[in-house]
């Protein structure tokens, strides 16, 4: 080495060929790689004297639906709990919290049913209830999740309880009207169920909701400005809905065929009656401030064009 350069470091240990074997010399060399390759490897211990915190991963919630369509829900299968009843007074309670369109004919002066004059009033409500089977019910639930639920996050639990009742009340109108002089009771929340989904797609479709191109988180998505009725009817997706809808509730109605594929008959125009209540009634119910006749256009052709 001459004495005009600077010395460089050697990263290993010297070792002298003479003293020692060029085994040793190439040992030690491995060696020391091996100690600098371990502590570049391996992660800085913390002191023995403090605790080592480790941090969990995030609980995921066991529930994701919001608490009044969870409520709901569950009173449904609470109040279904009435199938385990006697035979005697599960027909009672079918009879006095069901809808008959019979009760409210003035002609049958003679002829008493269950739940006496207060019957004519909680019945509008109470029928959507009661479900006749397990399946009825399951069919039910299964078909408000999607919509319920962001309907639920939009409304809040007061907001999305007496919607819910105002939209039964309807649909047991439709089939007063149609049914006028029909003894057997109407059961089920099909009405209900009818009017959430109604409600639902007057804003589902817009930029950044549920059932958009391009969604925002589920509390987000159900609170974006919802479009005027009119130019919601002017949107082909929302009309491709409407179309679909009407025709399952055609095919069931017409066929007569129940959910549970017997031969139970199917109150699709309470279905209608509740499925036009909530489609109308929306505005009354919506605490979102709805999007401006000027800017609806931008807010539904901005959706379709980030889909493209």
Known sequence: MTTGQSRIPLPFLFVHLRKAGKGDYLQACRFDRLKAKTALDSPPQPPSDQPVVVDEAPREPILTLPWPLTAYVVLLALIHLRVLLPPELDNWTIDAFGFIPKRYDSSLVNLQFEGGT???????????????????????????????????????????????AVTAAAGA??????????VVPMIGASASVSGAMAAAIRFAF???????????????????????????????????????????????????????????GVAWQAHIGGFFAGLLLFALFDPVPRVRNDDAADASSQDISNGI
């Open 173 to 182: 109108l439709a089939h007063l009207v149609t049914h006028e002089h029909a």
């Open 206 to 264: 817009v930029h950044g909701s549920f059932l958009s191109f391009s969604r925002s988180d589920a509390d987000t998505a159900a609170k974006v400005p919802a479009l005027p009725l009119l130019h919601a009817l002017r949107d082909g997706r929302v009309i491709g809905f409407l179309g679909v809808w009407f025709a399952v509730n055609f095919i069931f109605g017409a066929s007569g065929i129940g959910v549970d594929g017997d031969s139970a």
């Open 118 to 164: 207060g019957a004519k009033v909680w019945t509008f409500v109470t029928y959507s209830l009661l479900h006749a089977n397990l399946t009825h019910l399951a069919f039910n639930v299964l078909w408000l999740l999607p919509f319920g639920s962001a309907l639920a996050r939009r409304f809040g639990g007061l907001r999305f309880f007496v919607f819910l």
